[in-house]
Nanobody, 123 residues
Framework: QVQLVESGGGLVQPGGSLRLSCAAS????????VAWYRRAPGKQRELVAS???????HYPDSVKGRFTISRDNAKNTVYLEMNTLKPEDTAVYYC?????????????????WGQGTQVTVSS
């Protein structure tokens, strides 16, 4: 069994910062790409950041320059540093990771989702 647990959400004023964490636990051999998504009320799920196993990153224009994704492979944890937050960043943030539970070849990657953490940007 593999679990992803997000944390770090909360209420913050416009212009403020938050750091989200996504910790993977359980039967883990390797973690490949990891991504953060968000879903605001009445809107579709949106990709906000992704990071490969080699730490290459990608951001959509809506968060580029404000959000930074990073990973600590020793801790099986991925972070999302969010700065200069805006009310439109309000959403539930989810992490998604491709994880292999066995080193047997061929490696089989499975996608896992966390339960989400609420981020509210409001004065």
């Amino acid at each position: 069994q593999v679990q992803l647990v997000e944390s770090g959400g909360g209420l913050v004023q416009p212009g403020g910062s938050l750091r989200l964490s996504c910790a993977a636990s359980g039967s883990i051999f390797s973690i490949n790409a990891v991504a953060w998504y968000r879903r605001a009320p009445g809107k579709q799920r949106e990709l906000v950041a992704s990071i490969t196993s080699g730490s290459s990153t990608h951001y959509p224009d809506s968060v580029k320059g404000r959000f930074t994704i990073s990973r600590d492979n020793a801790k099986n944890t991925v972070y999302l540093e969010m700065n200069t937050l805006k009310p439109e960043d309000t959403a539930v943030y989810y992490c998604n990771a491709d994880i292999s539970s066995s080193q047997a070849m061929p490696i089989v990657w499975r996608g896992y989702w966390g339960q989400g953490t609420q981020v509210t940007v409001s004065s």
